[in-house]
């Protein structure tokens, strides 16, 4: 098990000024920021982030609203990051998400769900790899 794991804050949480509540609400549940940007990915970047979805029927609205705006990326680390970060956002749906977590805070629907986080250690290194070389990260 790694103690690390990956997040975005997405261009709707960036558009309507969430990014520092968010990221304070990280920080206070015991993360510990290992590597951080701002950025914004373009169509072809946002497809091949999201390309184990390309078959979906929803790939083409996700990676056009993935490069819709600027978005951070960040690697995370704490004991069991990756099922603690996954607890901390809620569920995809904000409907769904239980109170108190980024997603019912934040979250506009569940297309627009202010953040992402990896689901599993491997995803974790995959993903924090595609945002940042080793010499970018502390």
Same mark, same amino acid.
Not at 118 to 128: K, M, R, T, V
């Given at each position: 098990?790694?103690?690390?794991?990956?997040?975005?804050?997405?261009?709707?949480?960036?558009?309507?000024?969430?990014?520092?509540?968010?990221?304070?609400?990280?920080?206070?549940?015991?993360?510990?920021?290992?590597?951080?940007?701002?950025? *914004?990915?373009?169509?072809?970047?946002?497809?091949?982030?999201?390309?184990?979805?390309?078959?979906?029927?929803?790939?083409?609205?996700?990676?056009?609203?993935?490069?819709?705006?600027?978005?951070?990326?960040?690697?995370?680390?704490?004991?069991?990051?990756?099922?603690?970060?996954?607890?901390?956002?809620?569920?995809?749906?904000?409907?769904?998400?239980?109170?108190?977590?980024?997603?019912? *805070?934040?979250?506009?629907?569940?297309?627009?769900?202010?953040?992402?986080?990896?689901?599993?250690?491997?995803?974790?290194?995959?993903?924090?790899?595609?945002?940042?070389?080793?010499?970018?990260?502390?």
């Amino acid at each position: 098990m790694s103690n690390r794991t990956f997040t975005m804050i997405k261009p709707d949480a960036m558009a309507d000024g969430h990014a520092g509540a968010i990221l304070d609400q990280i920080i206070k549940n015991g993360f510990r920021v290992v590597a951080l940007k701002q950025t *914004r990915l373009s169509l072809e970047k946002a497809g091949d982030f999201y390309a184990v979805h390309a078959a979906r029927p929803f790939f083409g609205e996700l990676t056009a609203f993935m490069s819709s705006g600027t978005i951070i990326a960040a690697i995370l680390e704490k004991e069991n990051a990756v099922a603690d970060f996954r607890a901390l956002i809620g569920a995809t749906n904000p409907a769904n998400a239980e109170e108190g977590t980024i997603r019912k *805070r934040f979250a506009r629907s569940v297309g627009e769900n202010a953040v992402h986080g990896s689901d599993s250690d491997e995803n974790a290194l995959i993903e924090g790899s595609f945002f940042f070389s080793g010499l970018e990260q502390f």
